[in-house]
Nanobody
């Protein structure tokens, strides 16, 4: 089971760090993806990180502002969000890809396991 946490209300230009905790499994066996869904919008890819953490992929809209990392020893992954904008407001989800893939994917259907999301609101 996955659980995203760390969301909240922040002003434009602020920062938040989201955490993705796994229970009942070793997260080191999974590619971890981050997605977000704004009201009335489709869920969109934010970024993903390989099992070892040696490679990360980001959506163009967050590249240079967001950083994904992981700590396999603590069974967790993180999404550091800096220079936040009002358009970053969304529910943020972490997801796990337990397939044999080694290439990072940006499609929802490539991630079989999803956690409860956490709300991020950026005020202008």
């Amino acid at each position: 089971q996955l659980q995203a946490s760390g969301g909240g209300l922040v002003q434009t230009g602020g920062s938040l760090r989201l955490s993705c905790a796994a229970s009942g499994r070793s997260l080191s066996h999974y590619i971890v993806g981050w997605f977000r869904q704004a009201p009335g919008e489709a869920r969109e890819f934010v970024g993903a990180i390989t099992r070892s953490g040696d490679s990360v992929s980001y959506a163009h809209s967050v590249k240079g502002r967001f950083t994904i990392s992981r700590d396999n020893a603590n069974n967790a992954a993180y999404l550091q969000m800096d220079s936040l904008k009002p358009e970053d407001t969304a529910i943020y989800y972490c997801a796990a890809d337990g397939s044999a893939r080694t290439v990072l994917r940006n499609r929802r259907r490539d991630y079989a396991d999803w956690g409860q999301g956490t709300q991020v609101t950026v005020s202008s």
